[in-house]
Nanobody, 125 residues
């Protein structure tokens, strides 16, 4: 399996930006779809963005045009650039991996096998 650890969370005011990082390691990394998910208190975990092997990124409607997912294969690091943050973005953010070498990777948390411990993002108004 893949091991993942998030970093970069924190507290920001609405309209601000944060960049989350996720360091990952394991075998067959080029066969995994990777993604970001979040969970607010009392709510279900939801998909934020995914980056499949094929490179066709998928974003939740709520973050389109504000967030951007990317990865650095040489550093084995996944990123989530978050701009124009809103209070509703407040959540614990997780990175995750799915053994899927296809072109697409939907925003379905249960499809992902390996998860990081999470990093908190808090956006105040």
């Amino acid at each position: 399996q893949v091991q993942l650890v998030e970093s970069g969370g924190g507290s920001v005011q609405a309209g601000g930006s944060l960049r989350l990082s996720c360091a990952y390691s394991g075998p067959k990394l080029d066969r995994y779809c990777v993604g970001w998910f979040r969970q607010a208190p009392g709510k279900e975990r939801e998909g934020v963005a995914t980056l499949p092997v094929g490179g066709y990124t998928k974003y939740a409607d709520s973050v389109k045009d504000r967030f951007s997912i990317s990865k650095d294969n040489a550093k084995n690091t996944l990123y989530l650039q978050m701009n124009n943050l809103k209070p509703e973005d407040t959540a614990m953010y997780y990175c995750a991996a799915q053994l899927n070498s296809g072109a697409w990777c939907p925003l379905v948390p249960t499809d992902f096998q390996d998860w990081g411990p999470g990093t908190q993002v808090t956006v105040s108004s």
